[in-house]
């Protein structure tokens, strides 16, 4: 597929095909545009945000598409039909879905999928754990594949009294652990309520874990493995700033054994932990380089039309100043915005770092008209 998509509306070319930064000495950055058409779709699944993605056989060095079928989760989901200039229609919105693409899928196309046994698209899980409150739902965040378990972080959301279109809060974290080949079902997973959502205080924001994971192991393609398990969260302060915890693999599902970053050391108590650094989103990565070095993709401040790397020595710092991969221009019509940038390492190719972004509205309605807005963006870093 050509920039922009042939089956919507020109106006979002720039919001699709942002010209690259000027190129810095060690990588340059230009569209992946086969990766953003896999999400041009025209009926059923029709856009998301809150992109991850697994390589199934857990290793998340470079050139998994050509090793395992990889699985998508995805949160805020449009189900329904898309015209070919881009309109929406009989459509339904539903909390969370995932997909599963194939290996060597960009050939072979992803398969989405959501619960669809009611009269109405349905999300794949709802909130069912002890905590839970009729009308919470989930929004996902990270996870991670250990041996044969898919373990997922998602985010327990509740409405409160924010204004139109921001009246929803975190209420808590939940762990769900299914057997990775499925079925990616409620019914199949086991679901606890997690201590990794921490209430605002005076002193500092609310704060999660769950924002990025990565798998510094043997297993997962580490290129200097320490055998750990790094859990990256968010400390959402005005300016949000990132936290670490960390785990051996056979702990992950034991809270217990789970260790916060304070500043100088492991923790066991959760209230220590330390933030390492700042402008980032609620959503990341934390990527392993060859070199033995870290990089963090993020969103610049959030929401913000910048993609972002800050480079490290160890996973938890110091890390580097921000350097812009990629500066989105505003799209030609009002209120669009983009966030949480990540990277995607497994379904990279070696010597490179595939990454996706986040498009979305405020006006919620231009989802309809527009439908090209809300799906994921992708772009790509090559080392030189």
Known sequence: MLC???????????????????AQSSYT?????????????????????????FGLDGNDSPGGLHRAGSLFVFSDTF???VSPSGVRSNTTMINNSMGFLPSNGLSQGMRFFWDDHGSQPQSIVTPHTPLSQPGDWYWFADGVVIGDQFHLLAMRMEHNNGPPGWNFARAGMTLFTLNKNGPYTRAAATEVDTPLSIPESSA???SFFGAGIMANTVEAGAPFPDGYIYVYGSQEDQVKKLLLARVLPQDFENFSAWRYW??????????S??????????????????DGRFALIFSLDTLSNKVAMKIAPTPWGPFGNAEILWDIPAAPIPNVFTYNAKAHPHLSEPGELLISYNVNTFEFWDHFAYADIYRPRFIKLTWQ
Request: glycine share 10%; aromatic share 8%.
């Open 262 to 271: 304070d500043g100088t050391g492991w923790s066991t108590d959760i209230q």
């Open 204 to 206: 500092r924001g609310a």
């Open 273 to 290: 932990r330390a933030t390492l650094t700042g402008r980032i989103s609620n959503e990341l990565s934390v990527t392993p380089l060859p």
């Open 4 to 22: 922009p998509s042939k089956s919507f509306l020109a106006i979002f070319a720039l919001v699709s095909c942002a010209a690259p930064v000027a």
């Open 79 to 81: 189900i329904g039909d």
């Open 29 to 53: 950055v230009a569209t992946a545009p086969e990766w953003t058409s896999l999400f041009d779709t025209t009926s059923g699944w029709s856009g998301a945000d809150g992109i991850f993605s």
